[in-house]
């Protein structure tokens, strides 16, 4: 197991990121850097022990600058979007910056996938990773209070990609953390992604307006094309008559996980890919998975070794509170106040069938 660097490019602050190499006993890699934690490259072995890299990204840290739709970055403070970047809380109402529309997206203009994070290459027996560490100051983006902000990416030798975040703030403040990596089973850069079977461990989805703020209800995904209890290919239904599939132009959604207990590490979801055998794994403590399958890449990215991004390329699944908590009472709170410890973890691990 090892971890090398090197200089990935200057920040558009002038700072040098590092990208940062964590090899495993099994010669998995991962690349990522400390621009935004982007993973840049990840490999995974085929069911032959051959390895591709299963993300999409760039080759420099200046096309990162440049335009990327949060290629494989931490997304904070706010995962997700809260309607019309405003929220109250105990009393007080807070004014987000507003970048999807009216509404606030991914942290906002200047998130912590645009942050330079301070970064220590970490090692234990079975593990090699990056500690990450950011402090997003009080006011940034509209959010009350600093927030200091740790994040570990570890790649194990059970070939797991692990991270945990932790956060602490100064005031209440809302915090939901996610990782926002593009996957492509197949290899980056290989077709489409519709051919990939996936189970999502859920009952449930919180439907979405046309704005794709979630209109409060959790709704059964039974007899419905949002329903993968069962395996199901991502494109058998994609195009289908549905009005949530519409407003997302495909899968855009956050399913409720199933869970006996809040806060408990659980199976999320499972995906296939047929030709490779290739197989990833979430498993998390956070309630909600986005499913994003990548319906807003129209071939205008050109990523690592030439590919043309197009339609449905890759897909996301975002491991997070839900969309537009701090305006729902009613779903799972994402407060964080002075001596609390804002904790998850979420795992993803490639094998092959
Ligand atoms: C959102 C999409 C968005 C994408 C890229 C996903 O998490 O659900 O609506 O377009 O991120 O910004």
């Known amino acids: ?58 080759e420099t840290l200046a096309e990162y600058i440049k335009a990327s739709p949060y290629f494989g970055a931490l997304v904070g403070r706010y995962g997700n979007r809260i309607a019309k970047g405003k929220f109250t809380l105990d009393g007080v109402e807070y004014t987000l910056a507003t970048n999807n529309q009216e509404n ?37 983006e509209g959010y009350p209070g600093n927030l200091q902000c740790t994040v570990h990416y570890w790649l194990t030798n059970d070939n797991e990609l692990k991270i945990e975040y932790l956060a602490e703030t100064d005031k209440p ?72 599939l519409q407003r997302g132009g495909g899968y855009d959604h956050n399913y409720v996980l199933n869970k006996d207990k809040p806060g408990a590490m659980t199976l999320a979801a499972r995906v296939c890919e047929p030709t490779s055998g290739r197989v990833m794994e979430v498993h998390t403590t956070e309630p909600g998975l986005q499913f994003y399958c990548g319906n807003f890449l129209d071939g205008s990215n050109v990523g690592k070794g030439g590919k043309v991004y197009s339609h449905r390329y890759g897909f996301c699944l975002e491991s997070h509170h839900f969309p537009d908590s701090p305006n729902k009472p009613d779903f799972p709170s994402v407060v964080l106040r002075p001596g609390e410890k804002y904790q998850t973890k979420t795992i993803y691990r490639f094998s092959a069938k």
């Open 1 to 58: 197991m090892t971890v090398t660097q090197k200089a990935f490019g200057k920040t558009p602050a002038g700072e040098t990121a590092q990208l940062f190499t964590l090899t495993n006993a099994n010669g998995m890699q991962a690349e990522i850097t400390n621009y935004g934690g982007i993973v840049v490259r990840l490999t995974a072995p085929d069911r032959e022990g051959k390895f591709a890299d299963v993300v999409l990204g760039y």
């Open 104 to 140: 606030h997206l991914h942290g906002g203009k200047v998130g912590f996938d645009k942050a330079l994070w301070a970064a220590e290459p970490v090692k234990t027996g079975e593990a090699v990773g990056l500690k990450l560490s950011y402090l997003s100051k009080d006011g940034e």
């Open 173 to 244: 403040t809302v915090v939901n953390l996610t990782h926002h990596s593009y996957f492509n089973l197949a290899g980056q850069g290989c077709g489409d992604i519709l051919s990939h079977e996936l189970m999502i461990n859920a009952d449930r989805f919180t439907p979405v307006d046309a704005g794709l703020i979630p209109t409060g209800e959790l709704q059964p995904v039974a007899g419905t094309p949002m329903d993968f209890r069962t395996p199901m290919a991502i494109g058998a239904r994609v195009n289908q008559d549905d009005v949530q």
